[in-house]
């Protein structure tokens, strides 16, 4: 099957640990994404990425980082410098044009504690 | 910077009637995309429905339609004959057209829908 996985769906952390989640898809697209949700506020671009080895900040890229390389995987770091990084994280792949939408993975609750 | 405003954080419907779900935008743009995304309990994000900001035919997809009003930058989803499973947080999303690149979505805060009895 088709689709994007994220692992795990449940992560606990202690505070000043990094943390890296999970988002692998096979559909063979360039883009992928980072989003982070929080109550009341939607979702907000953390990182993306259109091609292999190369990746831009998003709104609030701020104690997080990335990498990407393979065009399956989009790994999302969370570190010690994210001030508030208990959130749902959502990672999402499309592909490059005019017209393509973003198909999303099932998410990571990551809780600090 | 594009915005995306839901000024309905709840509302409630009872099943098999019709509902509308508000959206307005705010850009400079002249093209664009919209979408309703539907986030159920578990959490996965799935595409409603799809505005090509070109287009002036609203979008529809079976018990789903969208007026869309580009010159009031206004974006409303109605449900049809709504069905239990229709519960679920929906959110509204601005997308740029871009061409060869990547674009982002701007999502607004969301409209959690009940369905009752």
């Known amino acids: 099957d088709g689709g994007i996985t994220q692992s795990p769906k449940y992560l606990f952390r202690k505070e000043g640990q990094n943390v890296t989640l999970s988002c692998e898809q096979n559909?063979?697209?360039?883009?992928m994404y980072w989003y982070r949700q929080d109550p009341g506020q939607g979702l907000r671009l953390i990182y993306y990425?259109?091609?292999?080895?190369?990746?831009q900040k998003g709104d609030i890229a701020e104690g997080y980082s990335v990498s990407r390389e393979k065009k399956e995987s989009f790994p999302l770091t969370v570190t010690s410098a994210q001030k508030n990084p208990t959130a749902f994280y959502l990672c999402?792949?499309?592909?490059?044009?005019?017209?393509?939408?973003?198909?999303f993975g099932p998410g990571t609750r990551l809780t600090v504690t | 910077a594009q915005t995306v405003t839901q000024s309905q954080p709840e509302m409630s419907v009872q099943e098999a009637e019709t509902v509308t779900l508000s959206c307005t935008y705010d850009?400079?743009?002249?093209?664009?995309?919209l979408f309703w995304y539907k986030q159920p309990p578990s959490r996965q994000m799935i595409l409603v429905i799809r505005?090509?900001?070109?287009?002036?035919q609203n979008a529809t997809e079976n018990r789903f339609s969208v007026n869309f009003q580009k010159a009031a930058k206004s974006f409303s989803l109605k449900i049809s004959d709504s069905q239990l499973g229709d519960a679920a947080m929906y959110f509204c999303?601005?997308?740029?057209?871009?061409?060869?690149?990547?674009?982002?979505?701007?999502f607004g805060t969301g409209t959690r829908l009940q369905v009752t009895l």
């Open positions: 990425s259109q091609i292999v080895n190369d990746f």
């Open positions: 850009t400079s743009e002249s093209d664009y995309y």
């Open positions: 559909l063979n697209h360039d883009a």
């Open positions: 999303a601005y997308r740029r057209v871009n061409t060869g690149t990547a674009s982002k979505l701007t």
């Open positions: 999402a792949s499309s592909m490059i044009g005019i017209s393509y939408e973003q198909y």
């Open positions: 505005q090509e900001a070109y287009k002036q």
